[in-house]
């Protein structure tokens, strides 16, 4: 097998564990220097790491997916205002950003007539055009729903309740609904007629 095919191989089917490893070890770096060094160098780990799993992303898929590109960025610009005002604020609120933005991607798509998530997921569902939009409504207000939720985290309670939030409240709530959409997704796929 030649060099050429196992990369294009390597980029058509990225091993899952890899890919996981990619999305949720910035999380993890962030959670584990959080307990030994506190929220500075935990903002300064999560920086270096998000920009490690976008080389990593780079190598393993072959491109750079959006939504990862536009966290690293945020990652960036909010992690270097933390620093740079010495006000840890900014980094709590990353995450409310990434949420209204999602959001407003979301229903941007729907005021113009392009379902985002039939962009993103058309090839795996094939969901009537209601199904789509309605989709589209429950995620964006879900999204919403996580910035308000963060804010009241990162505002009302102790730092560590929030990194805790941050690490294994957001993620687990977000695959909980998306596992709670399933039932949707069926009763709204156009059917086949062969």
């Known amino acids: 097998m030649t060099e050429e095919v196992k990369k294009s191989e390597g980029v058509a089917n990225p091993r899952p564990a890899a890919k996981l490893l990619i999305e949720l070890g910035p999380l993890l770096v962030f959670f584990a220097t959080y307990g030994r060094a506190g929220i500075y160098w935990a903002t300064g780990a999560l920086m270096v790491a998000t920009i490690v799993a976008l080389a990593a992303s780079w190598k393993l898929l072959g491109r750079l997916s ?5 966290t690293a960025v945020l990652v960036t610009i909010f992690g270097g205002l933390t620093f740079w005002l010495d006000d840890p604020s900014f980094i709590k609120m990353k995450p409310t950003i990434i949420n209204v933005l999602f959001a407003a991607a ?3 798509g729907l005021l113009t007539g392009r379902p985002l998530l039939k962009l993103l997921f058309g090839e795996a569902f094939n969901l009537t055009e209601e199904g789509w939009r309605k989709l589209s409504v429950r995620w964006a207000i ?8 963060n804010e009241l985290v990162w505002r009302n309670f102790a730092e560590s309740t929030w990194v805790n939030f941050k690490v294994f409240g957001i993620l687990p709530i977000t695959m909980l609904f998306a596992v709670a959409q399933v039932g949707f997704i069926r ?3 156009i059917k086949s007629s062969v």
């Open 187 to 189: 009763r709204n796929e």
């Open 106 to 108: 979301i229903f941007g």
């Open 142 to 149: 879900f999204f919403l729903a996580l910035a308000v939720a």
């Open 66 to 70: 959006v939504v990862p590109l536009v």
